[in-house]
T-cell receptor, first 109, second 115 residues
Framework: GQNIDQPTEMTATEGAIVQINCTYQTSGFNGLFWYQQHAGEAPTFLSYNVLDGLEEKGRFSSFLSRSKGYSYLLLKELQMKDSASYLCAVRDRDYQLIWGAGTKLIIKP | DGGITQSPKYLFRKEGQNVTLSCEQNLNHDAMYWYRQDPGQGLRLIYYSQIVNDFQKGDIAEGYSVSREKKESFPLTVTSAQKNPTAFYLC??????????????FGSGTQLSVL
């Protein structure tokens, strides 16, 4: 079966750096997405990786290793507003999106 | 501003009742989707539509029905056959060109609960 694993919950301190990991086993690969979702709100797009390496976008960066079936989202200079769930999703060979359960990130002052 | 509007924000269903969740988009997107979100689980696809007057079942279509009579609208009906309907329902849209980098735009969701 297809599977995406993420930690259920993580805690970090305001101003610090946190890395949220995502491992996947899917039938084929056509890209990996990260979305941010505040409680009770719409998920919003953060990043897309299809080639190996690091994509940087302001305070957020996303890394992909296709050979290892692994990605991480790196958040720098954490702010209280970064408290949210972070969803990892992989597009498989049929272009269907497979979603992880999400990682709830708690930021403490 | 372009976006996706879901209504209502909260909905309660009585036993044996059908309820309809609204989803409207003004992004001129061809593709629209309905997902169900349960605590501790990834988003699960209920139905999707890539063009007006056509839609496809997702992974958990049983107990649900949809229509796509207009490009802008993709309502979801939760029927009485859905025995465990309590969940957060998300509607999404995309350009529908079938490319790998195609991202989804989501509505703000409807929380459905059973009375």
């Amino acid at each position: 079966g297809q599977n995406i694993d993420q930690p259920t919950e993580m805690t970090a301190t305001e101003g610090a750096i946190v890395q949220i990991n995502c491992t996947y086993q899917t039938s084929g690969f056509n890209g990996l997405f990260w979305y941010q979702q505040h409680a009770g709100e719409a998920p919003t797009f953060l990043s897309y990786n299809v080639l190996d390496g690091l994509e940087e976008k302001g305070r957020f960066s996303s890394f992909l290793s296709r050979s290892k079936g692994y990605s991480y989202l790196l958040l720098k200079e954490l702010q209280m507003k970064d408290s949210a769930s972070y969803l990892c999703a992989v597009r498989d060979r049929d272009y269907q999106l497979i979603w992880g359960a999400g990682t709830k990130l708690i930021i403490k002052p | 501003d372009g976006g996706i509007t879901q209504s209502p924000k909260y909905l309660f269903r009585k036993e044996g009742q059908n309820v309809t969740l609204s989803c409207e988009q003004n992004l001129n997107h061809d593709a629209m989707y309905w997902y169900r979100q349960d605590p501790g689980q990834g988003l699960r696809l209920i139905y999707y539509s890539q063009i007006v007057n056509d839609f496809q079942k997702g992974d958990i279509a049983e107990g649900y029905s949809v229509s796509r009579e207009k490009k802008e609208s993709f309502p979801l009906t939760v029927t009485s056959a859905q025995k465990n309907p309590t969940a957060f329902y998300l509607c999404a849209s995309s350009t529908g060109r079938g490319q790998g980098y195609e991202k989804l735009f989501f509505g703000s969701g409807t929380q459905l609960s059973v009375l």
